[in-house]
């Protein structure tokens, strides 16, 4: 008896040496998941803007195909240092390992406060709109709108913070509502078309390509690029990928084909029921659109688009407040933003800070402000990204890359996003320049919280100890 209880509480202890995440990830599984997530919920915001600056159907067209080329283009140079260093898992990873601390950490600071916290307030925003224009059957008040997104992001913010498992469960649901929505959108343009309604076709191109001021062609261009955000995703999935120098430029070849044809038929789509002028003056345009083709189905659109943005956000936060997290790893961020809730394992204070931006951006932009903020980093973080890649090119030659880019294509899509940056400059000063100076103050932040290691001694006594009251209040435990 004595000998079978011992026997029973024998542990068998295995060393492992190396552990590695299962490449799990097949050709098909990666064209899906760009797919699903390229684009969000642009579709049915961006088309207002850049109709806008193209002045004309056929060019609005073309733009945007050619911002698909373009982040078609920007997303293959990811792909290969994506294969470089599948476990780096991003843009911030890739400029920290090629150019050091300085760049790393200024993408890390550019990305938290000018593309994550600006989109998580555009999403609301958008969810809050779709959500009240139907009801008032008109363009709600700004405050309104505001209100009522800021409710949605508190509360997404909430239930992540609490409720990640249960959120999750939902997320592939919420995902499916963009893809039905744009196929009743793409649907009913098709009916109209065969109905003979081609009236806002006819004369696609009033004006010719040399009338178009070049200020408003590069802002159109920018919005299309802004459009087809997303596929980021795609580098931190790298590690997972069965052959990724095989499977995942084929996906984003595969994919971006897809997404930019779906893409040119909503618009087209928009194009056929609703005149220059409803484009000209609505943001809720997938809402317009249900109302001049068939209005019982408006409420559904409504709904579905609603329930898209929701899906959009819960992912960002997700996904996005995991980058500040690793930041703080990286000794990026405060030590704070690198722990845990000991009992929901989240990363509490990240996403509570990166909420109290979010709510900063909400409250003091527009729609307009949104995008531009988030384009323009997304411009420079390509810019960046770009560089590293071939600056690895000449430093590094014989590097074992599993996937090589079109070294033509890399340089000109570098080209193309530094043209379009300083052309944007231009037209839009104040606005553009706004951005690129909340941007800069990441270098005194550098300097004064990351370089300078020799700080007083009551200086790090009074961080730490509101570092410890925090951790007390909030239960938070350092992540191992």
């Known amino acids: 008896m004595e000998q079978s ?24 599984h990666c064209t899906a998941i760009l797919i699903s997530v390229t684009g969000h919920i642009s579709i049915f915001i961006t088309p207002t803007a850049i109709f806008q600056y193209s002045e004309s159907v056929g060019i609005s067209l073309l733009i945007w195909c050619v911002g698909g080329m373009i982040n078609m283009g920007v997303c293959l140079c990811f792909t290969e240092m994506g294969t470089i260093y599948p476990k780096a898992g991003g843009g911030y990873a890739y400029v920290l390992k090629v150019f050091g601390d300085l760049p790393g950490f200024m993408i890390m600071y550019g990305y938290i406060i000018m593309i994550c916290c600006p989109f998580w307030a555009f999403v609301a925003y958008i969810a809050s709109l779709y959500t009240l224009q139907p009801i008032q059957g008109c363009r709600p008040s700004e405050m309104t709108v505001k209100l009522l ?13 609490v409720y990640m498992k249960y959120v999750t469960k939902v997320q592939a649901f ?35 390509a040399e009338s178009l001021e070049a200020g408003n062609l590069a802002m159109a261009i920018f919005f299309s690029i802004f459009t087809y955000g997303g596929w980021q995703v795609l580098c931190s999935l790298m590690e997972e990928v069965r052959d990724p120098g095989r499977d995942a430029p084929r996906a984003v070849y595969l994919s971006f084909a897809i997404i930019v044809l779906k893409y040119i038929l909503t618009n087209l789509a928009y194009f056929i029921v609703l005149s220059p002028h409803q484009i000209l003056h609505t943001d809720a345009i997938a809402v317009i659109f249900t109302d001049m083709l068939y209005p019982p189905m408006t409420p559904v659109i409504s709904i579905l688009v609603g329930l ?18 690793a930041g703080a790893r990286n000794g990026h961020a405060p030590l704070i933003l690198g722990t845990l809730h000991v009992r929901f394992l989240t990363p509490w204070a990240a996403i509570i800070v990166m909420s109290a931006w979010s709510l900063v951006m909400l409250v003091t932009g527009g729609l307009t402000t949104f995008m531009e903020f988030i384009q323009v980093f997304s411009t420079i973080l390509s810019i960046c990204v770009i560089s590293a890649q071939l600056y690895l090119r000449k430093t590094q030659p014989d590097i074992n890359r599993p996937f090589k880019a079109n070294l033509v294509m890399a340089v000109t899509v570098l080209a193309v996003n530094a043209i379009l940056l300083v052309m944007c400059v231009v037209a839009a000063p104040k606005r553009i320049g706004l951005g690129l100076g909340v941007w800069l103050t990441g270098i ?16 790090n006594k009074c961080m730490a100890k509101i570092t410890r009251s925090i951790q007390k209040g909030l239960l938070l435990g350092k992540s191992v």
């Open 174 to 208: 919420l995902s499916l509502t963009k893809i039905i929505a744009l196929l009743i959108i793409i649907t009913g343009g098709i009916v109209r078309l065969i109905q003979g309604e081609t009236e806002n076709l006819v004369n696609a191109f009033p004006k010719t």
């Open 149 to 161: 997104a800021a409710w949605i992001l508190v509360t997404l913010v909430a239930l992540n913070c």
């Open 5 to 28: 209880e011992s026997e029973s509480r024998t542990v068998v202890v295995t060393e492992v040496d190396h552990v590695s995440m299962k490449k799990s990830i097949s050709l098909l």
């Open 444 to 459: 005194p932040v550098y300097i004064v919280f990351v370089q300078w290691k020799s700080k007083p001694k009551g200086f």
């Open 308 to 325: 898209c943005c929701v899906g959009v956000l819960n992912a960002s936060i997700m996904g996005h407040s995991r980058i500040l997290f």
